[in-house]
Protein backbone atom coordinates (compact mmCIF):
# COMPACT_ATOMS: atom_id res chain seq x y z
CA UNK A 1 0.00 0.00 0.00
CA UNK A 2 2.95 1.89 0.94
CA UNK A 3 4.80 1.61 -2.34
CA UNK A 4 1.45 2.66 -4.00
CA UNK A 5 1.09 5.84 -2.44
CA UNK A 6 4.75 6.74 -3.44
CA UNK A 7 3.95 5.61 -6.88
CA UNK A 8 0.72 8.16 -7.36
CA UNK A 9 3.06 11.03 -6.10
CA UNK A 10 5.72 9.86 -7.98
CA UNK A 11 7.97 13.16 -9.04
CA UNK A 12 4.96 15.43 -9.06
CA UNK A 13 5.20 17.76 -5.52
CA UNK A 14 4.81 20.96 -5.13
CA UNK A 15 7.90 22.83 -4.81
CA UNK A 16 8.82 24.30 -1.11
CA UNK A 17 11.81 26.17 -0.88
CA UNK A 18 13.57 27.97 2.24
CA UNK A 19 11.92 31.25 1.02
CA UNK A 20 8.26 31.94 2.41
CA UNK A 21 5.07 32.22 -0.23
CA UNK A 22 4.49 35.79 -0.81
CA UNK A 23 0.62 35.96 0.37
CA UNK A 24 -2.54 37.50 -1.44
CA UNK A 25 -4.76 39.04 1.09
CA UNK A 26 -8.08 38.39 0.19
CA UNK A 27 -11.63 37.29 1.86
CA UNK A 28 -13.09 33.98 1.91
CA UNK A 29 -12.97 32.82 -1.86
CA UNK A 30 -16.80 33.13 -3.78
CA UNK A 31 -16.22 29.16 -4.98
CA UNK A 32 -14.30 26.63 -2.64
CA UNK A 33 -12.72 23.32 -2.93
CA UNK A 34 -11.34 23.03 0.53
CA UNK A 35 -8.86 19.84 1.35
CA UNK A 36 -8.52 18.78 4.70
CA UNK A 37 -4.66 17.99 5.18
CA UNK A 38 -3.05 15.31 7.77
CA UNK A 39 -0.93 17.12 9.30
CA UNK A 40 -0.90 16.44 13.29
CA UNK A 41 -2.67 13.95 15.73
CA UNK A 42 -1.40 13.25 18.59
CA UNK A 43 -2.85 9.41 18.27
CA UNK A 44 -0.55 8.60 14.90
CA UNK A 45 2.65 8.73 13.97
CA UNK A 46 3.22 12.97 13.10
CA UNK A 47 1.85 14.62 16.62
CA UNK A 48 1.78 17.94 17.25
CA UNK A 49 5.12 18.22 18.42
CA UNK A 50 6.49 16.55 15.23
CA UNK A 51 8.97 18.36 13.30
CA UNK A 52 9.02 17.97 10.05
CA UNK A 53 8.88 19.66 6.33
CA UNK A 54 5.53 18.49 4.60
CA UNK A 55 5.31 18.37 0.86
CA UNK A 56 2.28 19.28 -1.22
CA UNK A 57 1.26 17.00 -3.96
CA UNK A 58 1.22 19.12 -7.16
CA UNK A 59 -2.51 18.55 -7.24
CA UNK A 60 -3.47 20.85 -4.26
CA UNK A 61 -2.11 24.20 -6.33
CA UNK A 62 -5.55 23.79 -7.84
CA UNK A 63 -7.64 24.19 -4.44
CA UNK A 64 -7.74 27.77 -3.26
CA UNK A 65 -8.59 26.15 0.75
CA UNK A 66 -6.27 24.23 2.93
CA UNK A 67 -7.12 23.28 6.11
CA UNK A 68 -4.84 21.74 8.40
CA UNK A 69 -6.29 18.83 10.76
CA UNK A 70 -5.69 19.24 13.59
CA UNK A 71 -4.90 21.52 16.33
CA UNK A 72 -4.86 19.76 19.72
CA UNK A 73 -7.44 22.52 21.42
CA UNK A 74 -5.79 21.81 25.14
CA UNK A 75 -2.12 22.36 23.55
CA UNK A 76 -3.32 25.86 22.26
CA UNK A 77 -1.82 28.36 21.56
CA UNK A 78 0.85 26.69 20.66
CA UNK A 79 0.06 25.43 16.27
CA UNK A 80 2.30 22.21 15.02
CA UNK A 81 5.43 23.09 13.36
CA UNK A 82 4.55 21.57 10.50
CA UNK A 83 1.20 23.89 9.85
CA UNK A 84 3.18 26.60 10.73
CA UNK A 85 5.75 26.14 7.81
CA UNK A 86 2.22 25.35 5.35
CA UNK A 87 1.02 28.74 6.51
CA UNK A 88 4.22 30.25 5.53
CA UNK A 89 4.95 28.23 1.98
CA UNK A 90 1.73 27.44 0.80
CA UNK A 91 1.85 26.60 -2.91
CA UNK A 92 0.10 29.72 -3.86
CA UNK A 93 -0.10 33.01 -2.42
CA UNK A 94 -3.85 33.22 -3.12
CA UNK A 95 -4.79 30.07 -1.40
CA UNK A 96 -6.45 30.31 2.36
CA UNK A 97 -4.71 28.57 5.20
CA UNK A 98 -7.11 27.43 7.81
CA UNK A 99 -5.72 25.60 11.08
CA UNK A 100 -8.53 22.73 12.14
CA UNK A 101 -9.41 23.11 16.16
CA UNK A 102 -10.50 19.90 17.05
CA UNK A 103 -12.21 16.97 15.07
CA UNK A 104 -13.73 13.49 16.45
CA UNK A 105 -11.17 12.21 18.62
CA UNK A 106 -9.91 16.34 20.39
CA UNK A 107 -13.95 16.41 20.78
CA UNK A 108 -14.96 13.14 22.53
CA UNK A 109 -11.77 12.70 24.97
CA UNK A 110 -9.45 15.97 25.10
CA UNK A 111 -9.82 18.64 27.23
CA UNK A 112 -10.61 21.93 25.81
CA UNK A 113 -9.62 24.32 28.80
CA UNK A 114 -10.24 27.87 26.98
CA UNK A 115 -13.88 27.16 27.09
CA UNK A 116 -14.56 26.88 30.22
CA UNK A 117 -15.83 30.68 30.53
CA UNK A 118 -16.44 33.24 28.07
CA UNK A 119 -13.16 35.11 29.80
CA UNK A 120 -10.93 32.03 28.92
CA UNK A 121 -12.42 32.02 25.53
CA UNK A 122 -11.87 35.51 24.46
CA UNK A 123 -8.51 35.56 26.11
CA UNK A 124 -7.75 32.60 23.58
CA UNK A 125 -9.11 34.12 20.76
CA UNK A 126 -6.76 37.00 21.10
CA UNK A 127 -3.55 34.68 21.04
CA UNK A 128 -5.06 32.99 18.12
CA UNK A 129 -5.68 35.66 15.77
CA UNK A 130 -1.71 36.37 16.35
CA UNK A 131 -1.16 33.01 14.18
CA UNK A 132 -1.64 35.38 11.03
CA UNK A 133 1.04 37.40 11.65
CA UNK A 134 3.47 35.00 13.15
CA UNK A 135 2.74 32.12 11.03
CA UNK A 136 0.39 33.28 7.83
CA UNK A 137 -2.50 31.62 9.57
CA UNK A 138 -5.68 33.10 7.88
CA UNK A 139 -8.02 31.72 9.91
CA UNK A 140 -9.82 28.69 11.82
CA UNK A 141 -12.03 25.71 11.40
CA UNK A 142 -13.84 24.99 14.59
CA UNK A 143 -14.29 21.03 14.39
CA UNK A 144 -16.20 20.66 17.87
CA UNK A 145 -18.18 17.11 17.25
CA UNK A 146 -18.98 16.63 21.29
CA UNK A 147 -19.87 18.47 24.46
CA UNK A 148 -17.85 21.58 24.24
CA UNK A 149 -19.99 24.83 25.26
CA UNK A 150 -21.52 26.95 22.19
CA UNK A 151 -21.71 29.74 24.06
CA UNK A 152 -18.16 29.84 24.64
CA UNK A 153 -17.59 28.83 21.49
CA UNK A 154 -18.97 31.50 20.32
CA UNK A 155 -17.56 33.88 22.17
CA UNK A 156 -14.68 32.70 20.59
CA UNK A 157 -15.15 33.37 17.43
CA UNK A 158 -17.07 36.51 18.38
CA UNK A 159 -13.80 38.04 19.52
CA UNK A 160 -11.76 36.53 16.71
CA UNK A 161 -13.60 39.00 14.42
CA UNK A 162 -13.51 42.06 16.98
CA UNK A 163 -9.97 41.91 16.66
CA UNK A 164 -9.45 40.96 12.98
CA UNK A 165 -12.84 40.90 10.96
CA UNK A 166 -10.54 39.44 7.98
CA UNK A 167 -9.64 36.73 10.02
CA UNK A 168 -12.09 33.57 8.82
CA UNK A 169 -13.87 30.90 10.79
CA UNK A 170 -15.72 28.53 9.70
CA UNK A 171 -17.55 25.76 10.96
CA UNK A 172 -17.98 22.14 10.22
CA UNK A 173 -21.74 20.29 10.83
CA UNK A 174 -23.51 17.16 10.76
CA UNK A 175 -25.60 16.66 7.69
CA UNK A 176 -28.88 15.93 10.28
CA UNK A 177 -28.13 18.33 13.11
CA UNK A 178 -27.27 16.50 15.83
CA UNK A 179 -24.59 18.52 18.21
CA UNK A 180 -26.28 20.73 20.22
CA UNK A 181 -23.30 22.73 20.97
CA UNK A 182 -22.74 23.16 16.84
CA UNK A 183 -26.57 23.87 16.48
CA UNK A 184 -26.38 26.63 18.99
CA UNK A 185 -23.30 28.51 16.47
CA UNK A 186 -25.54 28.21 13.63
CA UNK A 187 -29.02 29.50 14.99
CA UNK A 188 -26.73 32.02 17.05
CA UNK A 189 -24.68 33.37 13.97
CA UNK A 190 -27.49 33.60 11.38
CA UNK A 191 -30.77 34.59 13.42
CA UNK A 192 -32.56 37.90 12.48
CA UNK A 193 -30.46 40.90 12.87
CA UNK A 194 -26.87 38.69 13.89
CA UNK A 195 -23.99 39.15 12.20
CA UNK A 196 -22.27 35.98 11.98
CA UNK A 197 -19.39 35.54 12.77
CA UNK A 198 -19.19 31.89 11.13
CA UNK A 199 -18.00 32.60 7.27
CA UNK A 200 -19.12 29.34 6.13
CA UNK A 201 -20.08 25.79 7.48
CA UNK A 202 -19.35 22.31 5.98
CA UNK A 203 -21.78 19.07 5.50
CA UNK A 204 -19.91 16.76 7.21
CA UNK A 205 -21.25 13.89 5.00
CA UNK A 206 -19.04 12.52 2.06
CA UNK A 207 -20.13 9.24 0.97
CA UNK A 208 -20.71 10.23 -2.83
CA UNK A 209 -23.20 13.19 -3.45
CA UNK A 210 -25.23 12.31 -0.34
CA UNK A 211 -24.70 16.09 0.88
CA UNK A 212 -26.43 17.29 -1.26
CA UNK A 213 -29.52 15.69 0.39
CA UNK A 214 -28.64 17.77 3.79
CA UNK A 215 -28.27 20.97 2.48
CA UNK A 216 -32.51 21.80 2.97
CA UNK A 217 -31.64 21.50 6.95
CA UNK A 218 -30.22 24.59 6.66
CA UNK A 219 -30.75 26.76 3.75
CA UNK A 220 -34.53 26.43 5.10
CA UNK A 221 -33.76 25.48 8.77
CA UNK A 222 -36.48 27.94 9.78
CA UNK A 223 -38.91 26.36 7.71
CA UNK A 224 -38.96 22.69 9.22
CA UNK A 225 -41.17 21.44 11.68
CA UNK A 226 -41.23 23.33 15.07
CA UNK A 227 -38.65 21.18 17.45
CA UNK A 228 -36.04 20.80 14.46
CA UNK A 229 -32.90 22.08 15.92
CA UNK A 230 -31.84 24.76 13.46
CA UNK A 231 -34.21 27.57 13.76
CA UNK A 232 -32.46 29.55 10.66
CA UNK A 233 -31.90 30.07 7.04
CA UNK A 234 -28.33 30.00 6.38
CA UNK A 235 -27.54 31.94 2.74
CA UNK A 236 -26.43 29.11 0.21
CA UNK A 237 -23.54 31.35 -0.06
CA UNK A 238 -21.81 30.21 3.18
CA UNK A 239 -22.83 26.11 2.41
CA UNK A 240 -19.97 24.11 1.66
CA UNK A 241 -20.92 20.34 0.43
CA UNK A 242 -18.61 17.36 1.90
CA UNK A 243 -17.15 15.18 -0.47
CA UNK A 244 -14.95 11.87 0.45
CA UNK A 245 -11.34 12.21 -0.53
CA UNK A 246 -12.36 8.39 -2.40
CA UNK A 247 -14.73 10.72 -4.51
CA UNK A 248 -14.34 9.90 -8.40
CA UNK A 249 -14.54 12.15 -11.23
CA UNK A 250 -18.24 12.06 -12.00
CA UNK A 251 -19.33 12.66 -8.15
CA UNK A 252 -16.64 15.88 -8.20
CA UNK A 253 -18.32 17.14 -11.48
CA UNK A 254 -21.83 16.06 -10.03
CA UNK A 255 -20.89 18.01 -6.64
CA UNK A 256 -19.31 21.06 -8.51
CA UNK A 257 -22.60 21.64 -10.88
CA UNK A 258 -24.51 21.54 -7.95
CA UNK A 259 -22.66 24.19 -5.92
CA UNK A 260 -23.11 26.46 -9.19
CA UNK A 261 -26.84 25.66 -9.53
CA UNK A 262 -27.79 25.92 -6.13
CA UNK A 263 -24.94 29.20 -5.51
CA UNK A 264 -23.12 27.05 -2.37
CA UNK A 265 -19.77 27.81 -1.34
CA UNK A 266 -18.27 24.96 -2.66
CA UNK A 267 -16.80 21.73 -1.93
CA UNK A 268 -14.68 20.18 1.04
CA UNK A 269 -12.79 17.45 0.97
CA UNK A 270 -12.10 14.57 3.92
CA UNK A 271 -8.89 14.11 3.40
CA UNK A 272 -5.51 14.23 2.04
CA UNK A 273 -2.48 13.25 2.72
CA UNK A 274 0.77 15.18 2.44
CA UNK A 275 4.67 13.70 1.87
CA UNK A 276 7.21 13.88 4.56
CA UNK A 277 9.97 16.00 2.42
CA UNK A 278 12.59 13.99 4.53
CA UNK A 279 11.67 10.44 4.51
CA UNK A 280 9.63 11.11 0.62
CA UNK A 281 6.94 9.06 2.20
CA UNK A 282 3.59 9.70 3.18
CA UNK A 283 2.70 11.82 6.75
CA UNK A 284 -0.47 10.53 8.76
CA UNK A 285 -3.07 8.04 6.79
CA UNK A 286 -6.54 7.30 8.06
CA UNK A 287 -6.73 4.55 5.59
CA UNK A 288 -9.66 4.53 2.43
CA UNK A 289 -10.55 7.93 1.51
CA UNK A 290 -7.45 9.55 0.57
CA UNK A 291 -7.41 12.18 -2.36
CA UNK A 292 -3.81 11.78 -2.57
CA UNK A 293 -3.57 8.25 -3.64
CA UNK A 294 -6.20 8.64 -6.11
CA UNK A 295 -5.45 8.11 -9.99
CA UNK A 296 -4.24 11.22 -12.03
CA UNK A 297 -7.42 11.91 -13.85
CA UNK A 298 -9.62 12.33 -10.39
CA UNK A 299 -6.56 14.87 -9.17
CA UNK A 300 -7.03 17.11 -12.41
CA UNK A 301 -11.48 16.73 -11.87
CA UNK A 302 -10.74 19.09 -8.50
CA UNK A 303 -9.13 21.71 -10.89
CA UNK A 304 -12.18 21.35 -13.32
CA UNK A 305 -14.09 21.84 -10.65
CA UNK A 306 -13.47 25.03 -9.85
CA UNK A 307 -13.86 25.81 -14.07
CA UNK A 308 -17.51 24.30 -13.57
CA UNK A 309 -18.03 26.74 -10.55
CA UNK A 310 -16.16 30.00 -11.80
CA UNK A 311 -15.57 29.58 -15.32
CA UNK A 312 -11.98 29.90 -14.56
CA UNK A 313 -9.55 28.63 -11.75
CA UNK A 314 -9.88 28.99 -8.36
CA UNK A 315 -6.69 30.57 -7.90
CA UNK A 316 -6.28 32.98 -10.62
CA UNK A 317 -2.86 34.15 -11.70
CA UNK A 318 -2.04 37.42 -9.93
CA UNK A 319 -0.83 40.15 -11.84
CA UNK A 320 2.36 41.92 -11.18
CA UNK A 321 1.57 46.03 -11.27
CA UNK A 322 4.33 48.02 -12.63
CA UNK A 323 6.23 49.35 -9.70
CA UNK A 324 5.07 52.73 -8.01
CA UNK A 325 6.30 54.46 -5.25
CA UNK A 326 4.37 53.27 -1.99
CA UNK A 327 4.01 56.87 -1.30
CA UNK A 328 3.50 60.08 -3.24
CA UNK A 329 6.02 62.35 -1.61
CA UNK A 330 9.54 63.25 -2.50
CA UNK A 331 12.46 60.44 -2.21
CA UNK A 332 13.40 60.48 1.40
CA UNK A 333 16.79 61.55 1.80
CA UNK A 334 17.90 60.57 5.66
CA UNK A 335 20.33 60.06 7.97
CA UNK A 336 21.75 58.29 10.64
CA UNK A 337 22.54 60.56 13.62
CA UNK A 338 25.07 58.80 15.87
CA UNK A 339 24.27 59.30 19.32
CA UNK A 340 28.02 59.18 20.38
CA UNK A 341 29.56 61.54 18.22
CA UNK A 342 28.53 64.55 15.74
CA UNK A 343 27.09 63.62 12.59
CA UNK A 344 26.69 66.36 9.76
CA UNK A 345 23.30 66.18 7.43
CA UNK A 346 22.89 66.38 4.04
CA UNK A 347 21.71 70.12 3.31
CA UNK A 348 18.60 67.89 1.48
CA UNK A 349 17.78 65.82 4.34
CA UNK A 350 14.26 65.51 5.37
CA UNK A 351 14.63 62.61 7.90
CA UNK A 352 16.93 62.46 11.07
CA UNK A 353 17.38 59.24 13.03
CA UNK A 354 18.82 59.94 16.26
CA UNK A 355 20.35 56.11 16.75
CA UNK A 356 21.61 54.91 19.79
CA UNK A 357 21.65 50.98 19.18
CA UNK A 358 19.71 49.99 22.62
CA UNK A 359 16.76 47.74 22.54
CA UNK A 360 16.53 48.90 25.94
CA UNK A 361 14.01 52.15 25.79
CA UNK A 362 15.23 53.99 29.06
CA UNK A 363 18.77 53.87 27.57
CA UNK A 364 17.79 54.46 24.08
CA UNK A 365 15.56 57.65 25.02
CA UNK A 366 18.37 58.70 27.40
CA UNK A 367 21.23 59.03 24.72
CA UNK A 368 18.84 60.37 21.64
CA UNK A 369 16.74 63.18 23.08
CA UNK A 370 19.92 65.59 23.07
CA UNK A 371 19.69 64.87 19.51
CA UNK A 372 16.24 65.84 18.98
CA UNK A 373 16.17 69.70 18.34
CA UNK A 374 19.42 69.65 16.10
CA UNK A 375 17.84 66.84 14.07
CA UNK A 376 16.98 67.76 10.16
CA UNK A 377 14.07 67.47 8.82
CA UNK A 378 11.76 64.55 10.33
CA UNK A 379 12.72 63.62 13.95
CA UNK A 380 13.14 59.69 14.91
CA UNK A 381 14.12 57.99 17.08
CA UNK A 382 16.14 54.22 16.99
CA UNK A 383 15.07 51.08 19.19
CA UNK A 384 17.68 48.38 18.49
CA UNK A 385 20.84 47.67 16.50
CA UNK A 386 22.93 44.57 15.52
CA UNK A 387 24.65 43.48 18.93
CA UNK A 388 23.92 42.46 21.79
CA UNK A 389 22.50 46.00 23.53
CA UNK A 390 20.32 45.89 20.25
CA UNK A 391 19.55 42.87 20.99
CA UNK A 392 15.66 42.20 20.78
CA UNK A 393 13.47 40.37 23.22
CA UNK A 394 9.49 40.00 24.24
CA UNK A 395 10.52 41.96 27.32
CA UNK A 396 12.25 44.74 25.21
CA UNK A 397 9.30 44.92 22.79
CA UNK A 398 7.17 45.04 26.08
CA UNK A 399 8.70 47.69 27.07
CA UNK A 400 8.77 50.10 24.11
CA UNK A 401 5.06 49.48 23.86
CA UNK A 402 4.11 50.53 27.23
CA UNK A 403 6.39 53.37 26.79
CA UNK A 404 4.89 54.44 23.36
CA UNK A 405 0.96 54.08 25.05
CA UNK A 406 2.26 56.25 28.23
CA UNK A 407 2.98 58.56 25.31
CA UNK A 408 6.96 59.39 25.96
CA UNK A 409 7.68 59.78 22.45
CA UNK A 410 5.36 62.62 21.54
CA UNK A 411 7.56 64.86 20.62
CA UNK A 412 9.60 62.15 17.54
CA UNK A 413 7.97 61.85 14.90
CA UNK A 414 8.58 58.05 14.10
CA UNK A 415 10.26 55.63 15.51
CA UNK A 416 13.29 53.15 13.85
CA UNK A 417 13.03 49.07 14.73
CA UNK A 418 16.45 48.00 14.26
CA UNK A 419 15.99 44.05 13.64
CA UNK A 420 19.19 42.32 13.57
CA UNK A 421 19.63 39.93 16.28
CA UNK A 422 16.99 38.11 18.63
CA UNK A 423 17.26 36.72 22.02
CA UNK A 424 14.71 33.60 20.63
CA UNK A 425 12.43 32.93 17.98
CA UNK A 426 8.28 33.33 17.31
CA UNK A 427 8.97 37.13 18.05
CA UNK A 428 7.06 38.05 15.07
CA UNK A 429 3.59 38.89 17.02
CA UNK A 430 5.80 41.03 19.60
CA UNK A 431 6.76 43.49 17.27
CA UNK A 432 3.52 43.54 15.06
CA UNK A 433 1.97 45.16 18.85
CA UNK A 434 4.51 47.31 19.59
CA UNK A 435 4.40 48.58 15.33
CA UNK A 436 0.64 48.66 16.03
CA UNK A 437 1.15 51.08 19.40
CA UNK A 438 3.27 53.14 17.38
CA UNK A 439 0.44 53.71 14.90
CA UNK A 440 -2.07 54.28 17.28
CA UNK A 441 -0.01 57.13 19.00
CA UNK A 442 0.80 58.93 15.75
CA UNK A 443 4.47 57.87 15.31
CA UNK A 444 5.29 56.48 11.69
CA UNK A 445 7.15 52.91 11.77
CA UNK A 446 10.46 52.30 9.90
CA UNK A 447 11.97 48.69 10.06
CA UNK A 448 15.39 48.31 9.30
CA UNK A 449 16.91 44.48 8.64
CA UNK A 450 20.52 43.11 7.79
CA UNK A 451 20.86 43.17 3.96
CA UNK A 452 17.41 41.01 3.27
CA UNK A 453 16.54 39.68 6.73
CA UNK A 454 17.81 39.84 10.08
CA UNK A 455 21.32 38.04 10.45
CA UNK A 456 20.65 37.13 14.18
CA UNK A 457 17.41 35.99 14.80
CA UNK A 458 16.33 32.05 13.84
CA UNK A 459 12.75 32.59 12.31
CA UNK A 460 13.85 35.91 9.99
CA UNK A 461 11.83 34.24 7.02
CA UNK A 462 8.86 34.25 9.63
CA UNK A 463 9.87 37.81 10.62
CA UNK A 464 9.77 39.17 7.16
CA UNK A 465 7.10 37.73 5.53
CA UNK A 466 5.29 39.48 8.72
CA UNK A 467 6.86 42.77 7.81
CA UNK A 468 6.19 42.58 4.08
CA UNK A 469 2.19 42.24 5.16
CA UNK A 470 1.73 44.89 8.11
CA UNK A 471 -0.08 47.57 6.88
CA UNK A 472 1.72 49.56 10.37
CA UNK A 473 4.79 49.31 8.58
CA UNK A 474 5.28 52.94 6.83
CA UNK A 475 9.03 52.09 5.99
CA UNK A 476 11.31 49.00 5.12
CA UNK A 477 15.21 50.18 5.18
CA UNK A 478 17.44 47.14 4.26
CA UNK A 479 20.93 48.22 5.45
CA UNK A 480 23.38 47.54 2.07
CA UNK A 481 26.55 47.65 3.65
CA UNK A 482 28.43 45.65 6.34
CA UNK A 483 30.95 48.15 8.42
CA UNK A 484 29.49 51.05 6.23
CA UNK A 485 32.55 51.80 4.83
CA UNK A 486 32.29 49.84 1.52
CA UNK A 487 32.22 52.03 -1.70
CA UNK A 488 29.21 50.11 -3.23
CA UNK A 489 26.10 49.24 -2.14
CA UNK A 490 26.29 45.20 -0.76
CA UNK A 491 23.23 43.37 -2.26
CA UNK A 492 23.75 39.87 -0.73
CA UNK A 493 20.41 38.50 -0.01
CA UNK A 494 20.02 36.13 3.69
CA UNK A 495 19.58 32.52 3.03
CA UNK A 496 16.24 32.61 3.93
CA UNK A 497 14.97 35.51 2.28
CA UNK A 498 15.77 36.82 -1.44
CA UNK A 499 14.96 40.23 -2.92
CA UNK A 500 12.45 38.72 -4.85
CA UNK A 501 10.49 37.63 -1.54
CA UNK A 502 10.64 41.81 -0.59
CA UNK A 503 7.95 42.32 -4.05
CA UNK A 504 4.25 43.41 -2.61
CA UNK A 505 6.02 44.54 0.64
CA UNK A 506 2.87 47.26 2.10
CA UNK A 507 6.02 49.25 3.63
CA UNK A 508 7.88 52.06 0.93
CA UNK A 509 11.29 50.62 0.04
CA UNK A 510 14.17 53.07 1.47
CA UNK A 511 17.07 51.44 1.57
CA UNK A 512 20.33 52.44 3.89
CA UNK A 513 23.71 53.37 2.24
CA UNK A 514 27.19 53.59 3.55
CA UNK A 515 28.06 57.14 3.07
CA UNK A 516 31.53 56.34 0.84
CA UNK A 517 28.80 53.95 -1.55
CA UNK A 518 25.94 56.87 -1.74
CA UNK A 519 29.05 59.35 -2.87
CA UNK A 520 29.76 57.04 -5.13
CA UNK A 521 27.00 56.53 -6.93
CA UNK A 522 25.55 54.10 -5.34
CA UNK A 523 21.84 55.06 -4.72
CA UNK A 524 21.79 55.10 -8.47
CA UNK A 525 23.06 51.66 -8.15
CA UNK A 526 20.24 50.43 -5.37
CA UNK A 527 17.30 51.71 -7.54
CA UNK A 528 18.75 49.90 -10.69
CA UNK A 529 19.10 46.60 -8.49
CA UNK A 530 16.01 46.94 -7.04
CA UNK A 531 14.33 47.55 -10.35
CA UNK A 532 15.27 44.12 -11.41
CA UNK A 533 13.62 42.99 -8.77
CA UNK A 534 10.22 44.35 -9.47
CA UNK A 535 10.97 46.79 -6.77
CA UNK A 536 11.12 50.53 -6.52
CA UNK A 537 13.66 52.24 -3.75
CA UNK A 538 12.40 55.95 -3.43
CA UNK A 539 14.91 57.42 -1.21
CA UNK A 540 17.84 56.37 1.27
CA UNK A 541 19.31 56.65 4.55
CA UNK A 542 22.80 57.27 4.97
CA UNK A 543 25.11 55.49 7.52
CA UNK A 544 28.21 57.41 8.39
CA UNK A 545 31.41 56.10 6.95
CA UNK A 546 34.90 56.99 7.96
CA UNK A 547 36.70 59.84 6.07
CA UNK A 548 33.35 60.71 4.32
CA UNK A 549 31.43 64.17 4.91
CA UNK A 550 27.68 64.84 4.21
CA UNK A 551 27.60 68.62 4.81
CA UNK A 552 25.67 69.16 0.92
CA UNK A 553 23.09 67.57 -1.16
CA UNK A 554 26.60 66.78 -3.20
CA UNK A 555 28.31 63.83 -0.56
CA UNK A 556 32.09 64.42 -0.65
CA UNK A 557 35.34 63.10 0.51
CA UNK A 558 37.21 64.63 2.75
Known amino acids: MMRAVLLAFGAHLVSVGSSPTQVVPGPWPEKVIGLYLLIADDDWAYKSETEWVPQLPDYMAS ?73 GIDGVDLDSEAKQLGPNMYA ?40 SVV ?51 GTITALAKAAKDQDLSGIMVWYSSVIDSATGKAGNQYGDGDSSTQSAETKAA ?58 NPSNAKEESEPLHDGLVGGKWIDAGGGNANGRWS ?17 TWDGIVFDIEECSSSGLAGNFASAFRAAKEAGLSVLVTVSHSAPYGCGDSDVLMKAFFNNDNVDILSPQLYTSGDETQPEFDASDQVGWDDWRGSKGRLVPSIGCHAVANGGYASAKEFFSQHNLEATGYIVWPSDGCSVLSSDLVMV
Not at 160 to 177: A, H, R, Y
Not at 200 to 215: D, F, H, N
Not at 328 to 349: C, F, H, K, M, R
Open 199 to 249: DAIGIMVYQGTESLKYVDNYVHGSSHDQGFPIHVDVPSKQVMLGAGGQSGA
Open 394 to 410: SEWLGQWETTIKNGELG
Open 156 to 195: FAKKLKELDPSFIVTQPVFGNPQIQEENYMVNMCWADGAT
Open 63 to 135: ANVLFMAFVHPAKMPALPPAMQYIGQHRPVGTQKVIASIGGQAYSDSASWPWLESPEAAEAMAEQIVKWKTNY
Open 302 to 359: WEQACEIMLGGPCNPPVPVPAPTSVQSQADIVGYWALTWQETAAPTNANLGIAFSGWA
